[in-house]
Structure formats: C-alpha cells, structure tokens
C-alpha cells in the first residue's frame, strides 16, 4: 500500500500533467474532493468553515502543485500535509474566538444540505460529529486522516510526528470514547 | 487490560479498519474481546460517514478552480480584511496604493536568441535583454504565486534556501510576499515604511507628486534560462560580498492598487509590458510607474536581487542590504497549548445560581448586584460534574433600556444567534465561566495580563464586527471568564463588570487552589 487506502488510476501521471493540463487538474480535484472535504469537516466546526477551509486546500493544492516531489511522499500525504495546515491555520484563528464555538457547532450540523430521504443519516451523522468533538484535537486529527483522509498508520505517523504503533494506539482508544460517547448517547 | 495487550488489540485493529476501508473481507483471527466487535461496529459508521456527497461546493469550487488554472497566474491580491493585525489595516489604508506586480521581475522562457551585450558574463542564470521577443500570451503567463503574509512562510514553499534581510533602511519592515512556481521558483519579499509617500500617475501623468517607499528582496531558483527584460536601464558591474552582481538603474517599474490582476502583453514594437487589470480587466484607477534601482548578483545556483522601487537608496546602501541577506532561521515548533476540552453540545437549564454553586467543582462568579437595566435570564450547564475543567455555564443576561433600542434597528442576523432570545429592544451579555486556566490557549492568557486595566480584573477587548465584542477576565485567583456582549455598548459592559463578583456561597479559596493544580481538590 503507497499510504492511501484510495489510490487514483494514473495518479502520478495525472499529477505530473496537472500543471499544463487543466483536465489533469480536475479529474486529481474530483478524486479528492470527498475525502479532504471530510477530512477538513471533522476537524472544523460548521458547514460553512469547512467549505472555506476546503477551497483553500485546494487552491494551495493548485499554486503548489508543481513543487510536488513524488519520491518524497504519496500524492495523498502531499495533500492532507496542505489540508492539515489550512485546518490547524483556522484552529489557530479560531481558539481566539471560541465563543463562536457552541453556536456554531449546534446551529450549522442542522443546517447542512439535507436531502429528502436522509432525514436519518443526517441524524447519524451530527451525533457522530459531536461525539468526534469530545475527542481532543489529536484524536481528532488522526481519525479524520484515518477514516476520511483514508491514510495508512504509517503516513499519519509522518504527518503527525507519532510513532506508527502510537498512531494506532491512540486511534484505538479515540475510537474507544467515540463508542462510549454514542452509548451514553443513546442510553439517555 | 495490560499495555501488550492494548497494543496488540491497536494493531490488529488498525489491520481491521484498513480491510473495512479498502472494503475487503477482515482476516479471522483469535477471539477478541466483546468490545472490540463494538468498537469496529463504531468504525465501520465513521468509514460510512461523508459530508460530501452531492454537495454543491464539489461543482462550485470545481468551476472557481479551473476559472483561475485558465487565468494563468492568481490574483495579485491583498486581503486586507483577513490580515490578522489591524496596523496592517491602518497602515494599507494609509498607503491606500499598495505594491504591486512589477514587469521587470518577470522572467520568460526565451523562444529565440537575443543580443545579450555583456551582462551574460556577469549573471550565468538569466538573460537580461532591452525587450523581448514577440512571445504568445501563453508563453508569457506569469506563473501561480502564492501569497504570504511572513517571510518564514516562504520557506517550506520552495527547494532553495531562503534569505531575509538583517539589514534594513530606518522604519522599513516587512509588507508582503509571494512565491511563485512557474516556470521557476522564485520568492519575493516586499519591505516598506509604514505610511509611505504614493505616486499616483494616471495615463503616464502624475496626479500626485508623492512616492511609495519600498524595497524587493528578490531570490529565484537560478538553474532557469529565462531573459528579463530590463528597458532602458543603465547596467554597471559592482560586487557584493565579492562576487560579481550588477548594479542597474532607471528600471522601469509598475506600481497598482492592490486587489487587481497583473496580465502581461506584447505590443507591436516588441516592447513588453505587464499591464495592470482589474477583475473586470478594466484598467484600474491608481497606476505608477517609477524609475527604479536594483542590485543582482548570484549565490551557488539562486540569483538574488535586492530592488528599491523608488530608486531612493544609492548603491553603498543598496549594497548594505544586499549583504546582509541571511538564511532564514527555522522557528521553533510551537508550543501547542493544551487541548481545550469540548463541552457537551446542548446543555441544560439550572434553576438559580445556588443550584449553580452547589453543582459546580469549582467557584463561579457572577454580577451581582446586577446593575440597572440588566437582569439574569437563564443558567445552562455543560461538562460533566466530576471534571471540573470540563465544567462551564453560561449565563444569559439581557440589557434592557430603551435608550439602546436604536442599537438593534438594521441589525441584520446577529453573529451569535440565540433563537428567540435576541430581540428588538434588548441586549444580551452571554457570560461564559469556565472551570479553569486550562481551557483557553496560553496566548488569550497573555492578551487578558498585558492589557490589564486595574488590579482587581485583569482584561482584554477583542473587537469583532455586528455590534459584538468580547471581553477576557483573570481574577485576582486567577480565575478565567470569557463575556461576550451583543448590542452592549462596551461603556455598559464594563459598568457591569464592576459587579463581578464571587457568588453567594462559593468557597473563596476554592479557585486558588484549583489554579494551583490541586484537582480534584478537598
């Protein structure tokens, strides 16, 4: 595994040509869209941050593309490295704001595009958003690179300075206090 | 559990939640603990979690994107309102013409040879050529650039390494900076005093006689064949440091106003020139071209320059700054502070301050007596009772006076929305008490010493816009509170603040000695 779960098909040709080609740019765009927008909706409060947070990812993506060595990383931990600094960019920002925070959290999980018929996973998914914010900003990070990013321990552990046994030791025991989270959850 | 045995569980479910994400089949292996079919269970609802599907941002950022990629180069733009600091607000809006995409740092591939007269001697990686060659706008394209708003972040952006000034004319400081890719890496730091003089030239005519005042430090990946066009500049080899550089004046120069986009054309005579364009590619109102200086020499494969827009500095000077450049020193990590605590979401609703006081871990403070006009509207709890560094409740209070009605007409949606608590006619004053130090980042700490007003309640304003601001409180125990006022007039805020107090009931030693780290305490 080259440290995605995910890997594009022609990855490193797509890459290579993304910055002559604009057809290059968008299908690398495509691929990613899902996985640094989650990435980037984990670790953010509200709908709207993690739109802005995004479309900056991306366009440092897009400026810095041809500064992408590709033996030096995957694409994938070349790109979470860029959507890891925008978010903790907005984290820094924002700890001088924190009173924003509850607000935010609560008003805009409700107000994200719900459509018809997904009444319950929007549930779903705004229990699980809150049970992610009870996790510390580490845990966080590393279970938005694990299971939106879709990275390997090992790249986390790069990217995060951790060793790649630490990585999923404290994977393991966030994922532990989602689930007692959820249970408390659901037993009230 | 034993910590092999937590690793062992660790690995093999990091294995297991791969396999989920690559949607294969788990590998049977030995029984595990009940639990851990529960935790995979809470995995596989993450793996199944997107936020992303269907969401308009996915087309909608997809068109921005390639709208810019077409465009060739980004914006040269300030973004004045997201500039942290507000001097750097005072100072652009002092300067109100800002630096500038200048035509003679453009490098461009060369399509043909072109007299080289003798500079080729003295710099080996570009050209520097009278005009250009008649080149298509394609070719001509500027190239990504990345803006940034210190030098440090440079650094990592580029493959050379990166040098600032230990040297600087008086009042001269650092402005702004981008880094661009194509078709080489190049970093350009602009540095100048903070309320500057301005040329204004309208159509070639001055309409103002007063000049900007600032100063390029220029340093590109020198392994690049470009030319660069340098008009009518008078070249004279000099030294810096030693080495061979060139010293050229009467550059010609473009200064614009800031949030516009730099194109370069090619006129018909072959003379090129970087035409200023606003978003609407119109041109913009504030143009200024000015004769300026520059000193260019290389160091292993990087050329540098050191341009003075203004041509104010002569060549000693110049050649003081040039070599004064030193590689940039990496900061330290930072220091993260600790992670703050996330509080329950919703909450719920105490009866009195007693209640308050009796279930808190720690003693809260609140306004009393509650001057004119304010009253207490409701109690919330958050966090847990057995951590009190989790522990915070917010305390609603409403101003109410009709002389602060006015304060609400035109308010559009409050920043901070409270449904049916905001009102016409009424303010609100959300005060915030939180268990202890630890909860709020090291720095706020430092804002709430530094900017202390008297002894007895340490505080800092944080302006925000819509008639909001917030206040930070340290207590003479050290004690941390967050007010965030909506519609209050500030005067009124800090009327109230007067009134803080230690509520009826608290043990008042009880805060020193939770700052003091005794947790839990007795």
Redesign the interface.
């Known amino acids: 595994?080259d440290g995605t779960?995910?890997v594009l098909t022609n990855e490193l040709a797509l890459v290579a040509r993304a910055?002559a080609e604009?057809a290059a740019?968008?299908a690398i765009?495509?691929h990613y869209?899902?996985r640094v927008?989650?990435y980037v909706?984990y670790r953010v409060q509200g709908?709207e941050t993690?739109?802005d947070v995004?479309?900056q990812v991306?366009?440092?993506a897009?400026?810095?593309i041809?500064?992408y060595r590709p033996e030096r990383a995957p694409f994938a931990a070349w790109l979470f490295a860029i959507a890891r600094n925008a978010v903790n960019d907005h984290l820094r920002?924002q700890?001088?704001?924190?009173?924003?925070s509850?607000?935010v959290?609560?008003?805009r999980a409700s107000a994200?595009?719900q459509?018809e018929g997904v009444a319950i996973h929007s549930e779903?998914?705004v229990e699980?958003l809150?049970a992610v914010?009870?996790?510390?900003?580490?845990e966080r990070d590393l279970?938005a690179l694990?299971?939106?990013a879709?990275l390997?321990?090992r790249r986390i552990a790069e990217l995060a300075g951790l060793s790649e046994?630490n990585?999923?030791?404290i994977?393991?025991?966030a994922?532990?206090k989602?689930?007692d989270y959820?249970t408390g959850n659901e037993g009230t | 559990m034993s910590h092999q045995d937590e690793l062992y569980l660790a690995n093999r479910f990091s294995a297991d939640v791969d396999r989920l994400l690559e949607q294969q089949d788990r590998i049977e292996e030995t029984p595990a603990p009940a639990e851990y079919e529960e935790l995979l269970g809470v995995a596989e609802r993450l793996a199944s979690l997107d936020f992303s599907a269907g969401h308009p941002l996915h087309e909608r950022l997809r068109r921005e994107l390639m709208a810019r990629y077409r465009e060739g180069h980004e914006r040269c733009h300030l973004r004045v309102g997201n500039w942290p600091h507000p001097r750097w607000r005072v100072a652009l809006a002092g300067l109100a013409v800002v630096l500038l995409c200048v035509g003679l740092l453009a490098v461009y591939p060369p399509a043909r040879a072109l007299a080289q007269e003798t500079w080729q001697t003295v710099l080996r990686t570009v050209q520097l050529v009278r005009a250009l060659p008649r080149l298509t706008g394609e070719a001509l394209a500027g190239g990504l650039a990345t803006s940034i708003e210190s030098p440090a972040e440079a650094a990592p952006l580029v493959d050379f390494p990166v040098r600032v000034p230990s040297y600087l004319p008086q009042d001269y400081e650092f402005k702004y900076g981008f880094v661009s890719h194509l078709p080489v890496q190049s970093v350009s730091f602009d540095y100048g005093i903070p309320y500057g003089r301005i040329v204004l030239l309208s159509s070639g005519r001055a309409i103002s006689g007063e000049t900007y005042r600032g100063l390029r430090v220029f340093q590109m990946r020198g392994n690049f064949p470009g030319m660069w066009p340098i008009g009518e500049a008078i070249a004279q080899e000099v030294t810096v440091g030693g080495r061979p550089a060139l010293w050229l004046t009467g550059l010609p120069v473009v200064q614009a106003q800031a949030s516009v986009t730099i194109r370069t054309t090619v006129k018909d005579n072959e003379e090129v020139e970087r035409v200023v364009l606003s978003r609407q590619e119109t041109p913009p109102e504030v143009l200024a071209r000015t004769p300026a200086t520059a000193l260019m020499w290389e160091e292993g494969d990087s050329l540098l320059g050191v341009f003075d827009l203004d041509g104010r500095f002569p060549l000693e000077e110049m050649t003081r700054i040039a070599e004064g450049l030193v590689p940039i020193s990496t900061p330290p990590p930072e220091k993260l502070p600790t992670p703050m605590p996330w509080p329950e979401i919703t909450g719920h609703e105490i009866a009195s301050v007693e209640e308050m006081v009796s279930s808190a871990e720690f003693s809260p403070y609140i306004f009393n007596p509650l001057p004119q006009g304010w009253r207490l509207e409701r109690i919330t709890a958050f966090g847990p009772s057995d951590k009190p560094l989790e522990q915070r409740y917010l305390l609603y209070y409403r101003y109410s006076e009709d002389a602060y009605i006015h304060l609400i007409e035109g308010l559009s949606v409050p920043l901070l929305s409270w449904p049916n608590y905001i009102e016409r006619g009424g303010g609100a004053l959300r005060h915030v008490v939180n268990g202890g130090l630890e909860v709020w980042s090291s720095d706020m700490h430092q804002w709430a010493w530094e900017d202390s007003i008297k002894e007895s309640a340490r505080r800092s304003e944080l302006p925000v816009p819509d008639e909001v601001h917030a206040m930070f409180v340290r207590t003479p125990d050290g004690f941390s509170l967050e007010l965030t006022a909506v519609d209050v007039p500030w005067d009124k805020t800090l009327t109230l603040i007067e009134h803080l107090t230690l509520a009826p009931g608290a043990d008042p030693a009880l805060n020193s000695r939770l700052m003091k780290g005794c947790y839990p305490c007795p």
Do not use: H, Q
């Open positions: 595994m779960v995910a910055t604009p740019f968008a765009y495509d869209f899902p927008y989650n909706r709908a993690a739109d995004t479309a991306f366009e440092r897009l400026v810095s041809s500064s920002v700890r001088r704001r924190r009173w924003l509850l607000e959290l609560r008003d994200e595009p459509p779903t998914r699980l809150a914010a009870s996790l510390s900003d580490r279970i694990k299971f939106a879709g390997t321990n046994s990585v999923g030791v994977l393991y025991r994922i532990r989602l689930r959820l």
